[in-house]
């Protein structure tokens, strides 16, 4: 069992930077991946970024390269999202995912999590 809590969401201006954080509890130490999706109203939850416990290995969506950095404490938890350069376009529910199963492969679809957050609001006003 693990359990995810997003934090660090709100309002902010194009340009300006937000630091969200996803702390995990439970069985941490079965937590392999973990990734970062974000829904706009009326649109499909998207993947934005990931990252592999075990080497550390992370990946991006071609919307957020070079702007946003997925990255973790020495404990390796919690993992946080750098959002730098923000754009309205960005506005979304952003959700923590986490998954526990050792041999899953794939980081950029839903079904690669089995455990999810409940998101957290970011709001990026032109």
């Known amino acids: 069992q693990v359990q995810l809590v997003e934090s660090g969401g709100g309002l902010v201006q194009a340009g300006g930077s937000l630091r969200l954080s996803c702390a995990a509890s439970?069985?941490?130490?079965?937590?392999?991946?973990m990734g970062w999706f974000r829904q706009a109203p009326g649109k499909e939850r998207e993947f934005v970024a990931a990252?592999?416990?075990?080497?550390?290995?992370?990946y991006y969506a071609d919307s957020v390269k070079g702007r946003f950095t997925i990255f973790r404490d020495n404990t390796r938890n919690p993992v946080f999202l750098q959002m730098n350069s923000l754009k309205p376009e960005d506005t979304a529910v952003y959700y923590c995912?986490?998954?526990?199963?050792?041999?899953?492969?794939?980081?950029?679809?839903?079904?690669?999590?089995?455990?999810w957050g409940q998101g957290t609001q970011v709001t990026v006003s032109s």
């Open positions: 995912a986490a998954d526990s199963r050792p041999l899953g492969s794939d980081y950029d679809r839903r079904d690669a999590y089995n455990y």
């Open positions: 439970g069985r941490t130490s079965s937590t392999y991946k």
């Open positions: 990252i592999i416990r075990s080497g550390g290995t992370t």
